[in-house]
């Protein structure tokens, strides 16, 4: 049974930083590519950054890029992201995902058949 949880939500100022966790059990780690979604209230669901299943290939929403990091460590089954200069506008509830394939990164949903329960990510302005 595959598992993906995040830890590492919560409530930060604009312009603080925060480091999401995404740990995953159940199949092989290194098989898959990983991304991190977001969706705040009253929006879709929209791609923030994958990564591919070595770690060398990455992949971001113009939204976010030069701000947030997206990272793994295969030998702990764990994805990260690292998110810097935070505004109100990335106030959502961030999901990871499990998907695609040594040669395939998706960068839509549709791409990623386990997600995980989601952590909230909240920005005061």
């Known amino acids: 049974q595959v598992q993906l949880v995040e830890s590492g939500g919560g409530l930060v100022q604009a312009g603080g930083s925060l480091r999401l966790s995404c740990a995953a059990s159940g199949r092989s780690f290194t098989r898959y590519a990983m991304a991190w979604f977001r969706q705040a209230p009253g929006k879709e669901r929209e791609f923030v950054a994958a990564?591919?299943?070595?770690?060398?290939?990455?992949f971001y929403a113009d939204s976010v890029k030069r701000r947030f990091t997206i990272s793994r460590v295969n030998a702990q089954n764990t994805m990260y992201l690292q998110m810097n200069s935070l505004q109100p506008g990335d106030t959502a509830v961030y999901y990871c995902?499990?998907?695609?394939?040594?040669?395939?990164?998706?960068?839509?949903?549709?791409?990623?058949?386990?997600w995980g329960q989601g952590t909230q990510v909240s920005v005061s302005s």
């Open positions: 995902a499990q998907g695609g394939g040594f040669n395939s990164t998706p960068k839509t949903g549709v791409g990623y058949d386990y």
């Open positions: 990564i591919n299943w070595s770690g060398r290939s990455t």
